[in-house]
């Protein structure tokens, strides 16, 4: 018998496609740097993320001279896509190729496209940061197990909307940071933050430091941490007593490895209701940094159905 936990919410070990996820990483990389290269800072590194796509990740709309192009990874069609707003359209099967290739080969169509691409040539947040002309370690593309993946983010990217509407205060979209491969959403207290101490492997320190300049309370989904990847939630900077408050659902804890709280990928997947499950973490995680923080929560949260009764009055004609 199948239910919602074994179809919508695919099960995917990552010893099953590490070969893969590693060499996607590399390639998300490669395009995410590009959106960078071509778009301003915005508060916290916004501006460089990729965002869940109804086929897989996408750069949308990055903007070039006065028109724009965007750059889709395709995990239905296995293609990478690229295309121009003054109609040019370039296409890359995705099959096995060294990362290499990979780079060669988009240099290549966005060169056919006048599009140029002044990228750092090597990844971050990895160790070792093999340049992407030279890596031919990663080179492995299991189409399925992509495609689950990316089923997996569609599933997280809409329990993690529904979680950010709840929220009126800043907060940032769920969006694909492709430096550590995963999908996030970070809600921000309002408050400065204390200088972030660095620490990523090839990775600046300033970059952390823009990246956690404010108080704030961050979820996601990543594909690591457990045997079928793990939803977290941390607090920075975290007040005093978080790792050791209360969360749900049953099978959440604090990792002191990870400094943060992890719920399974495997343990949302088999629960009776994952969508319910999933916002129980969000929700007690945040809480627990929103409370110990002293957030001002009756300023910063509201009711995202808060005008559903005017609009049936409007259209009932009672308004």
Same mark, same amino acid.
């Given at each position: ?46 501006q ?20 724009? *192009? ?12 690229v ?55 990663? $080179? ?11 089923r ?14 709840? *929220? ?7 969006? *694909? ?16 933050a ?57 099978? $959440?804890?604090y990792s ?24 129980? *973490? ?38």
């Open positions: 018998m199948t239910g919602p936990s074994t179809t919508n919410w695919p099960g995917l070990r990552v010893s099953d496609w590490t070969p893969t996820r590693d060499t996607l990483h590399m390639w998300t990389q490669i395009v995410g740097k590009i959106r960078m290269a071509h778009t301003p800072l915005v508060n916290h590194w916004w460089v993320t990729l965002y869940v796509s109804p086929r897989g990740l996408t750069t949308s709309a990055v903007p070039h001279r006065s028109g724009a *192009f965007e750059i889709e990874f395709d995990f239905i069609g296995h293609r990478l896509e295309r121009s707003s003054d109609g040019g359209a370039q296409s890359l099967p995705l099959r096995p190729m060294a990362v290499a290739e990979f780079y060669a080969r988009v240099l290549d169509m966005l060169d056919r496209l006048g599009i140029e691409a002044p990228i750092r040539p090597r990844p971050n947040e990895v160790d070792p940061a093999i340049p992407f002309a030279e890596d031919h370690e990663h $080179a492995s593309y299991d189409g399925e197990a992509a495609a689950l993946f990316w997996q983010l569609l599933q997280a990217n809409r329990v993690m909307g529904e979680f950010r509407s709840h *929220f009126v205060g800043k907060v940032s979209p769920v969006h *694909f940071f492709w430096g550590a491969m995963d999908l996030a959403c970070t809600r921000f207290s309002g408050r400065s204390p200088p972030h101490p660095g620490g990523a492997p090839n990775c600046g320190d300033w970059v952390m430091v823009e990246g956690y300049s404010r108080e704030l309370s961050s979820c996601g989904f990543w594909p690591g941490g457990g045997e079928g990847g793990a939803f977290y939630s941390y607090a920075y900077p975290a007040p005093e007593g978080f790792a050791d408050h209360p969360v749900g659902p049953e099978g $959440a804890y002191t490895e990870y400094q943060q709280f992890l719920f399974p990928y495997e343990a949302a997947r088999s629960a009776p209701d994952p969508d319910r499950a999933v916002a129980e *973490f969000l929700r007690t995680t945040y809480e627990a940094a929103a409370d110990l923080g002293r957030w001002d929560r009756t300023a910063l949260e509201d009711d995202p159905l808060r005008w559903r009764e005017e609009a049936a009055s409007r259209v009932n004609g009672e308004g």
